[in-house]
């Protein structure tokens, strides 16, 4: 059973991500603050845990304290004060503008469960990054950085490695999309970043994300994936393209032809890189880190991690920064089952249990096997069923 989606994307009535909705079921919402110990810190961004938007001057005292050492200044710093407190407040009248300039989508307001709302409360200001990339974020519809994204994004901006391990459906597309095209120069006319994915229509779905999140930059993205023609996406890397996303296979066949140079390509990010770590990936994605710089970045997120993942990331990853939002698999609001049979046993258990419980449409996802005689068999039993595949 494929438990995805915390957030529920936009017009379908509760599910998210590449994945199924929420049965309204067990839910339990409110907001807590995450245990710090579920990740591994070893390094923090000196913004992490700076919950309010406003500068600290004095750390240390209570905020009495400080109004007291204000009115101790003597008349030039004073005047110096005065100045600072101008000029920002001119920056933040300015920022006003641009955000009251946004077209903002209706809120969502449908149930979130703490798989995205146990935030420390960072928002994306927080984080520095250029406005034409913010004005996509806020234009897109979200207001804060989920879990996954206050972890992973500061990181990624100071250059780190990363292995993070996210529920599907809390938002990890934007965690490794909003730093890599924060740190795109759309003046140099180069790859570089990789997105790499196992499928096509995982490729599709993230490129839709950047230029969705940088419609506002000029940064150019391209999708590249087996099964499409090799002479257009050759014709395509002849026009500036800054950042490619695709699957392994036809990234390396474009490499080896010298006709995607990744020379310039400072930034690898691995999707679902449990999937690209199989057999039938790994080789050409340890080919392709070769025809990239030394001190590339490695991003590498996945729901699980089976050896194969620990193996190459003590091979390729310089002192990665670990992170770990999962604690249990299931998502909140999700109860899971399964039931141990054979092969030829498989359609009849089915069977037995679709006369016996309503599923919901999304709860049977194509990892089954047979997806196309299980959608017959739901669909003949007059069960909802949507195809995920
Ligand atoms: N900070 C945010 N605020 C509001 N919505 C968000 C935020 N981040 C992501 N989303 C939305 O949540 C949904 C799920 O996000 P996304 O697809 O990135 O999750 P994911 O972890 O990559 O899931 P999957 O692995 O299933 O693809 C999308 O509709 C996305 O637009």
């Not at 309010?52 to 110096?80: A, G």
Request: proline fraction near 7%.
């Amino acid at each position: 059973m494929n438990s995805r989606a915390r957030y529920p994307p936009p017009g379908m009535g509760g599910g998210g991500g590449r994945g199924s909705g929420i049965p309204n079921q067990n839910l339990s919402g409110s907001y807590q603050q995450r245990n710090a110990n579920n990740h591994n810190n070893s390094q923090m961004p000196n913004n992490q845990n700076n919950n309010n938007n406003y500068p600290n001057y004095y750390p240390n005292q209570p905020p009495q304290q400080q109004w007291l050492r204000r009115n101790q200044l003597t008349s030039e710093s004073l005047v110096d004060e005065v100045e600072k407190t101008v000029q920002s407040e001119a920056v933040d009248s300015s920022s006003q503008d641009w955000k009251d300039q946004l077209k903002i989508p209706p809120p969502d307001t449908r149930f979130r469960t703490e798989d995205v709302t146990a935030t420390k409360g960072n928002e994306f200001e927080d984080y520095f990054l250029k406005r034409e990339l913010l004005m996509g974020i806020y234009e897109k519809g979200f207001e804060r950085p989920s879990p996954i994204q206050e972890e992973s994004i500061p990181i990624a901006l100071t250059g780190s490695d990363i292995l993070a391990r996210a529920k599907n459906g809390t938002g990890k597309t934007a965690a490794f999309c909003i730093p890599a095209l924060e740190k795109i120069d759309q003046d140099n006319n180069a790859i570089q970043v990789v997105i790499l994915v196992p499928t096509r229509e995982l490729a599709l779905q993230t490129s839709q994300v950047c230029k969705e999140l940088g419609k506002n930059l000029k940064v150019q993205v391209m999708v590249t994936t087996g099964g499409t023609s090799l002479k257009d996406d050759i014709m395509r890397l002849y026009q500036p393209v800054h950042l490619l996303v695709g699957t392994p296979g036809r990234i390396l066949d474009l490499a080896k032809r010298g006709i995607c140079v990744l020379k310039d390509c400072s930034m690898l990010i691995m999707d679902e890189a449990d999937k690209l770590l199989s057999p039938e990936f790994q080789p050409s994605v340890q080919q392709l880190i070769h025809f990239m710089p030394a001190n590339r970045q490695i991003l590498m997120f996945s729901a699980t991690f089976p050896v194969t993942v620990k193996d190459f990331k003590d091979r390729f990853l310089h002192k990665p920064y670990v992170i770990n939002l999962m604690d249990e698999l299931t998502l909140k609001g999700i109860t899971q089952y399964y039931a141990f049979v054979e092969e030829r046993q498989k359609v009849h258990c089915l069977n037995t249990l679709f006369s016996k419980v309503r599923l919901s449409p999304e709860a049977c996802s194509s990892h089954f096997h047979r997806w196309y005689a299980l959608t017959c068999l739901l669909t003949a039993s007059n069960q909802p069923v949507n195809y995920l595949l």
